[in-house]
């Protein structure tokens, strides 16, 4: 019986291309292939070192296509390094898809240690490191992605994001207003010549990329929540003691309703309210409607 070849994860520098391992090296200058996110990227990488190991296209657009070609590659015998733009193939990107198909063609995985960017982003940040959770690029669709950071309201680990420049002033914008003013760090240019690390509250980071025109990939690092509601869906308050969900939203609602009283216009009234309980606007709207049962007037 044949044997099969090997499926190496191999990590590439995500900015200075000192950053690559010895035996990263020595796998994609062995190996029979190598398996590229954008072949025109990874090539500047080897022509760099004067490898010569022939490439392969594999991304999101023709993994359907291309994975099976190199599962059948592998399962001939032949050795293939699996690499990303930058940092470790996997994360945030089709890698993952890969392996899974590898594993049950019984392909042996040998992942190499190596760059990742949220890891880097997380221990310059100044935030807590004890405990944290991954969540990538935030879905485009505005729904998605709203349901996502609803999700994500009662975190209580630091939250790391990946986001793109261009995007970046809209994403802490929202962040802003579903978790509140917490505090932040932005990643940008990590081991490049601009690197820069900017840190302070949602807000101080709003107006600092409102000011300098934000350039370069992006990581976001969140505080996590500081105490959460005694529900599993309730979102992140500033209290010192815990309340029940409905607990809250009855206290919430009435405060929003004797602001209504005092002749504050309803949004006015939802960020008073919201204000005074810890809260962002969003949750204390999300608290209000309940959207997980009867929505009420949408014009709060």
Same mark, same amino acid.
């Given at each position: ?76 015998? $032949? ?29 042996? *995985? ?6 990742? !960017? ?66 932040? !760090? ?6 490049? *010549? ?11 980071? *709003? ?18 929540? $500081? ?26 609602? !009435?405060?929003?309703?004797?602001? *209504? ?22 949750? !204390? ?16």
């Amino acid at each position: 019986m044949e044997k099969h070849g090997i499926l190496y994860l191999c990590p590439t520098p995500i900015g200075n291309l000192e950053d690559i391992t010895l035996r990263a090296l020595k796998i994609l200058n062995e190996v029979d292939y190598i398996a590229a996110e954008d072949t025109r990227v990874t090539l500047k990488l080897l022509n760099h070192f004067n490898i010569k190991t022939p490439l392969i296209s594999y991304h999101e657009h023709n993994k359907k296509s291309q994975g099976p070609r190199l599962i059948s590659l592998l399962q001939e015998g $032949k050795n293939i390094a699996l690499v990303t733009d930058a940092g470790t193939p996997g994360i945030s990107d089709p890698g993952e898809d890969l392996v899974k198909d590898a594993i049950k063609a019984g392909i042996n *995985i040998v992942p190499l240690p190596g760059a990742i !960017a949220a890891i880097c982003a997380l221990v310059a940040s100044g935030l807590s490191t004890e405990r944290f959770v991954f969540e990538g690029f935030l879905p485009k669709k505005n729904q998605d992605r709203d349901r996502r950071l609803f999700e994500l309201a009662t975190e209580q680990r630091t939250i790391i994001f990946y986001e793109a420049p261009h995007r970046i002033i809209k994403t802490l914008k929202v962040l802003k207003d579903t978790f509140g003013n917490r505090k932040a !760090a932005v990643a940008r240019e990590m081991t490049k *010549i601009h690197e820069e690390f900017a840190r302070g509250t949602l807000e101080d980071l *709003i107006q600092r990329f409102e000011e300098a025109k934000p350039k370069g990939e992006m990581v976001i690092v969140l505080e996590g929540a $500081k105490q959460h509601i005694n529900n599993e869906r309730g979102p992140a308050t500033l209290f010192e003691d815990e309340l029940s969900l409905d607990q809250l939203k009855s206290k919430l609602k !009435a405060m929003f309703e004797k602001n *209504i009283s005092k002749g504050y216009a309803k949004n006015q009234a939802l960020r008073k309210a919201a204000k005074e309980l810890g809260l962002s606007r969003n949750e !204390a709207y999300r608290i209000l409607t309940d959207e997980h049962g009867k929505e009420e007037d949408r014009e709060t």
